[in-house]
């Protein structure tokens, strides 16, 4: 018997609403609805249709826009820093390369300053490769304006996102040089592995205690960090696959809120550390996601 086209693609489904929408919850919803809408067209209407993967594709990016759209007014209300909801992911995710930056933090926190059309385009035609036609059609534009649209897409993204031209390999021993300076209180062990001009991005959305602006500068971040050993000696720094790269888990602390932390490396060393601390964004944070092209 015949797979279902909607669980064959499921895992592309929901990669295309995460990475236009940074929230896994939303995500979830949005291929729901999309199941929802295939099921109801019926066994006859389904197998009428001549390219499912590119049907269901047309109708998730559809509902995720109507979603970014209505999700406008929330960010906006946001307390403090807004960052991506983490996901767990397969260690595997990080051998396509392609995927693993597309749901990188590196490059979803760059997709939140296109429009809802720009990222659409940017998300269907450059992760997944999707022909401008095809596009046209799912952002009710000409295949002319697509094309524009897609390259200024584009600019804003080379010129906005870090470098992250680094193995799999490097990403992991950079890391794991950082953990275990982090859990040592070891200060030089942190100047040593972080960038002079890192950032340290923090989301606890207004219910879990978390810096309210960017800190910049190695110094600054480090001896931000340096205290956790002493502050929450019961705490444990897990390492674990989030966003496609090695990441961190942080749990036991003494308020009570997880951390999920993702990382940005570039030339040997972290430029970006990204930690969310809003207990509404770690629910799913212990089940791994499958995410595909």
């Known amino acids: 018997m015949t797979e279902d086209p909607f669980v064959t ?3 592309l489904l ?3 609403a995460y990475d236009m929408l940074g929230s896994a919850a939303d995500a979830e919803d949005v291929v729901q609805e999309t199941w929802l809408r295939w099921d109801a067209i019926g066994a006859d209407g389904r197998a009428e249709v001549r390219a499912p ?3 269901l594709v047309r ?4 509902k995720t826009l109507d979603r970014l759209r209505s999700n406008a007014r929330r960010r906006e209300e946001y307390v403090g820093e807004w960052l991506p909801e983490p996901l767990l992911t397969a260690p595997d995710v990080a051998d396509d390369v392609e995927l693993a930056e597309s749901v990188s933090f590196a490059m979803l926190t760059v997709l939140e300053t296109l429009t809802p059309t720009e990222r659409a385009v940017f998300v269907l035609r450059e992760v997944f490769d999707l022909p401008y036609g095809e596009i046209a059609e799912v952002v009710d534009k000409s295949a002319a304006a697509v094309r524009q649209i897609g390259h200024r897409a584009r600019e804003h993204v080379a010129a906005r996102r870090p470098r992250m031209e680094v193995s799999r390999g490097e990403q992991q021993e950079v890391v794991e040089r950082f953990l275990a300076a982090v859990t040592g209180g070891d ?8 960038a002079p001009d890192v950032v340290l991005v923090a989301d606890g ?15 600054k971040v480090a001896n931000l960090l340096r205290p956790f050993a002493r502050l929450a000696p019961g705490a444990e720094i897990l390492p674990v696959p989030l966003n496609g790269a090695l990441g961190a888990l942080i749990v036991g602390t003494d308020d009570g809120h997880d951390t999920a932390v993702t990382f940005a490396v570039d030339e040997g060393r972290i430029s970006r550390i990204y930690a969310v601390r809003n207990p509404a964004k770690l629910g799913r944070i212990d089940v791994e996601t499958t995410v595909s092209r």
């Open 59 to 62: 109708m998730v990016t559809r």
């Open 205 to 219: 959305g207004g219910v879990a205690q978390a810096v309210v602006n960017p800190v910049v500068g190695a110094k």
């Open 53 to 55: 993967r590119a049907f």
């Open 187 to 194: 200060l030089q062990g942190l100047l040593d592995v972080l």
């Open 14 to 16: 929901f990669t295309v």
């Open 9 to 11: 693609h499921r895992g």
